[in-house]
Structure formats: structure tokens, C-alpha cells
């Protein structure tokens, strides 16, 4: 299609598009990294601050509390900012003032980690909150501490309740390591910046970044709804019996 001498190509081309994203898939591994390890200590460091405002341990509590409100109410990329050059200023000045090389990448996990942190942390408490009072009773009478309830008992209950919103933490991670660039790494949001500025075809980097993030959140949603099937418990007796039934009959 042209229009006073210019085609649609001139505005966007499918061919740059389709080579844009091999390239990009390159840095793929590195998306996937900042969003593992920083879920990982996002859900360690939730379920600590879950556990502490269940318990309302005083002054871990109130820490807590004020923790959360600095992280919920900051943006995530100034987070970042502080954590890359505010990180960097406290080792320089323990170090005598001079400089000490850390990989940008190790500053992404720790503010990513945090920032998210402080929204897992509300959900595990919620689902911590929704296990019956009577059986962590039951429990406690049996002689088990605290941790061995919260491992044996209160953890195995809340895990279906919690894993709709720990899926969204994932995702969510997975997106916002786009704003991983502020300290430094090069994952896929930041090269196709490098190299939408050399040939000027922005566009269709985007759109080929939308697609990549697209089908990855798509995958993780499918996975959870796999996993959410697996760990249901079942309602009642029947439906245990009939889950039995069915597999005698698959493997008869």
C-alpha cells in the first residue's frame, strides 16, 4: 500500500519484526533469571513478614509495617535507582572510600525481591489467616512448636489459597525486570532499546517484545492452572473416592 509515495513498510515491517526476536530471545535467559531469583526471595521474605503480622510480634510488627509502606508507596524504578547508587555509596564508604565492583544484576535481585515482597506478604497472610483455628489447636495439643505447625499443618492448607496470587507475584516479576536496566543489565526490554536506537525501527521491537512477554505470561498461566488442579482438595469424601475410581480405571 503506498500513500504519497510512502509504503507501509516505511511505518512498520513484518520481516524486521520476525528477525527482531530471535535477537531478543538471546537475553531471554537473563529475564528469567532476575524473575526467578527474585521470586524466590520475594516469597522467603513475604512469608517471614506474613508470619510476623499474623503473630503480631511487637516490634517486628511495627518494622514490618513501615517496611510496607515505603515499598507500596514508592515507585519499583526509583526503588532501583536507590538500590544500585544508594547500595554502592554504603560499600564505598565502608570500603575507605573506594569503589566496589558488583554486577548490577545482584542490585536487580535485591530490589525486585523486596518490592514484591511487600505484595506476597499479603497474600500469604491472607492465606495463612483462612486455615482453621481448630486444627492448628489440635496440633499445638499434640505438643508440635509454632514451626512445626506452620510447616506441617498451616503451610499445606494455605498453599491452594495462596497460589492464584503467588502466579500473579511471578508474573508480575516477570514484567517488571523490563525496569531492570536502571541498575545496569541488559535483559530483553534494555537491548531492544540498544538496538531499536541504531536502526531506528522502534516499533516493531515493541511489538516483538509484547509478544515475548505475551506468550511467557501465557505459559506461567497455564502451568498454574495445572498446578492449582494437582494440590485442590477435594471437597469431600465422594470426590476423594471418585478421584480413586478414576485412576483404577486409567491404569486397569
Known amino acids: 500500500m503506498t500513500f504519497a509515495g510512502i509504503t507501509f513498510s516505511d511505518y ?8 527482531r526476536i530471535p535477537v531478543l530471545l538471546e537475553f531471554l535467559p537473563i529475564t528469567l533469571l532476575l524473575t526467578l531469583v527474585a521470586f524466590v526471595l520475594s516469597t522467603l521474605l513475604g512469608l517471614i513478614i506474613a508470619v510476623i503480622r499474623v503473630k503480631k510480634i511487637k516490634v517486628l ?14 515507585p519499583l524504578i526509583i526503588q532501583l535507582y536507590v538500590m544500585r547508587y544508594g547500595m554502592s555509596a554504603i560499600l564505598r564508604a565502608f570500603n575507605g572510600g573506594i569503589n566496589v565492583r558488583i554486577d548490577g544484576i545482584w542490585y536487580a535481585f535485591v530490589a525486585l525481591g523486596l518490592y514484591q515482597a511487600a505484595f506476597t506478604s499479603e497474600t500469604i497472610r491472607a492465606a495463612l489467616e483462612s486455615v482453621d483455628r481448630g486444627q492448628i ?14 510447616k506441617r499443618v498451616i503451610i499445606p492448607e494455605s498453599l491452594e489459597i495462596a497460589l492464584p496470587g503467588l502466579v500473579n507475584s511471578l508474573i508480575g516479576l516477570f514484567k517488571g525486570t523490563s525496569l531492570a536496566s536502571a541498575c545496569g543489565v541488559i535483559e530483553i526490554t534494555y537491548k531492544n532499546t540498544l538496538i531499536s536506537g541504531n536502526d531506528y525501527r522502534y516499533l516493531e521491537g515493541y511489538v516483538a517484545l509484547a509478544i515475548i512477554y ?9 502451568f498454574s492452572k495445572n498446578i492449582e488442579s494437582r494440590i485442590k482438595i477435594p471437597d469431600n469424601v465422594e470426590s476423594i473416592n471418585t478421584a480413586k475410581n478414576n485412576s483404577r480405571r486409567k491404569f486397569a
Not at 12 to 19: E, H, P, Q, R, T
Not at 61 to 74: D, H, V
Not at 214 to 222: A, D, R, S, V
Open 12 to 19: 512498520f515491517s513484518f520481516d524486521k519484526l520476525w528477525k
Open 61 to 74: 510488627n511495627t518494622l514490618t509495617k513501615i517496611f510496607l509502606s515505603i515499598i507500596r508507596g514508592t
Open 137 to 150: 489447636e489440635a496440633a499445638q495439643a499434640m505438643g508440635m512448636s509454632y514451626p512445626q505447625v506452620l
Open 214 to 222: 505475551w506468550i511467557i505470561t501465557f505459559i506461567l498461566e497455564q
